[in-house]
């Protein structure tokens, strides 16, 4: 760089430039003058060449305060001033009102929020290295006070790590436009901003700011759109993340795919593919993730006396009826579908695929109702071809497979826990569980269908990584010492960690082995390695589920496996049938002048159901698990 020639100057004061001190303007070796125009220059500013051609680079009408403008930028009608930042090549400025930032501001990064826990205990803070594993273990392991001190230790030096000096970043490509307030934000990857109201202490990563948008301590990553008067204040926004509809946020985490329309989130924690669409629908002290939630789904946590401190967790893939009501705390098993107002805070961890419908001031329990659902089974086939990530090996983690061990592992424990009611209470017709009740019929059914969800699931993973019996046979001859542990998995948001993993990384954390952003985000690489782990668990559910030797068990597995996949897709079709069924055909044969015409038309309905792709797709992949169990029995 150097300092500018008289020529230059002159140049630049004939087309309008001002400068309160000519000499603290550096440019580049090949600097013209001629890109730029009535432009006010005050303090440290370098500047590059812009090709002034009709159309062509051009900078002018603004007041540029101790800033560095690379080449081949556009910077135009700024009422109020440009200061702080470092302009790279290709960027778009137009028609802004203000865009300052003030040296060694964080923007929005090292910023401490408090998810689910509003007075403070869960906190952790916002940076760019946050995934939804990391965040879910450093919000769930405050039990372990070395565990937590190493984890908020890793967060701060990594916002050390990547603080800013001098000057904020627009990144090269960047399009700003039509926005009133830009104050420390810095643009790490090329973002657009157009129509936005105000962002303040913000870092953006490839992100789209749409109209009325106001945001304040806000980091957005990779693939981000936050449009149409969305206000977010200390929120962090996950890579394929979609809000629009004036959904508004405070103190949230939202991770990878998730898409928020027209509600409300206070402090809560909304992992992978959380999809919240409808108008009046608040989630408030909420942890959930694969979540759906129906038109005016309220969760409140205003039962305290302290604070609020209380919190619910929803698992993996669970879904609200419209108008449906929580009261935390409370705990939800993974794809379970909630009716009504449900005040019992109920405790179902361990049944998944459940139905938990409020029946007045009770609550009742369906075990395994929706394992026989053909919605359950086309949302675990969506969310793959949904999947919207830019970094899918380094940021959020999500395993897509429709049983994976953490879920296998509550089935696990759902049967167990049925098991036991029935053997301890052998003449009761309902059986109580924590905030919920089981009928006695609903008990049998849930009983029988996670036993065959759970054969099912080692049959078919034996199919899956075994060619033949004697391979089956060797493999599980090699695993046959794991301990019962091996049954105990966690849902960390979109991957599955074994109980031995996360002690494992408790100790190493205890012991400030691991020490940065990227050792933690490798340990949930490895395990996300399904490999290593899932012919350890269908050894351990054999053992567990079946006698004799391990040649007998497995024929037995294998026999009872073909009889649970051909009930399962009998049950199937007959779940989708429903949508035909007599009591649906009131919309059908409205111009015909026949009684009959209704149900001749319903008639055609049920014909089609099963072209329908879906249907055939699932068909065809019953059929070729049946015919891969078969190889390993024969």
Known sequence: MRALRREEKQQLMNAGCRAKLWDTIRVTDDFCPGGYENVTFIGEISLARQEALIGGYKVKNVRLKNCIIEQNVNIADVSGVIEGYHIESGCTIRHIGRMVYNEQELCGEGTEITPLDETGSRSLLLHRGLTAQIAYLTIFARHNPSVSTQLSAIAQQYVTQHKLDKHARIASGSRI???????????????????????????????????NVIMEDVVAMPGSAITESCVLHRCFVGEGVCMDGAFSAHDTLIFANSHLSNGEASAALLGPHTISMHRSTLLIGSCVSFFNAG???NQSNHHYRLGPMHYGVMGRGCKTASNAYLLWPAVIGSFTKVVGRVMTQPDTRHFPFSELIAEGNTTKLRPAALLASIGTLRDQDKWYWRDKRVHKESGDLIDYSALPPSVVSEMYAGYNALRLLMEQHTEVERYNVRGASIERADLLFGMEHYRGALVLFVANTLAQWCLDRTAALKALHANARQKKDAL??????????????????YKRLERKKVRNVDQLAEFFRQCDNQNRFLIPLATVLLAHLFDGTMEERLTACLTEALKA??????????DAAKEQSPRMQVVYGLLASDSGAAARELSLLKENTEELPFIKQMRAQREEERCAIERLLS
């Not at 996949?565 to 007959?574: F, M, N, P, V, Y």
Request: charged share 25%; aromatic share 8%.
């Open 488 to 505: 105990i998995y966690y849902d960390l948001f979109g991957i599955s960690v074994s109980e031995a993993d996360l002690t494992r990384l």
């Open 177 to 211: 436009e039509y926005v009133e307030t830009l104050r420390n934000v810095h643009i790490a990857q090329a973002s657009t901003l157009y129509g936005a109201k105000r962002i303040e202490r913000a870092t953006l990563c490839r992100t789209s700011i749409g109209d």
């Open 565 to 574: 996949s051909a009930r399962l897709e009998k049950e199937l079709l007959r």
């Open 295 to 297: 038109s005016g789904t």
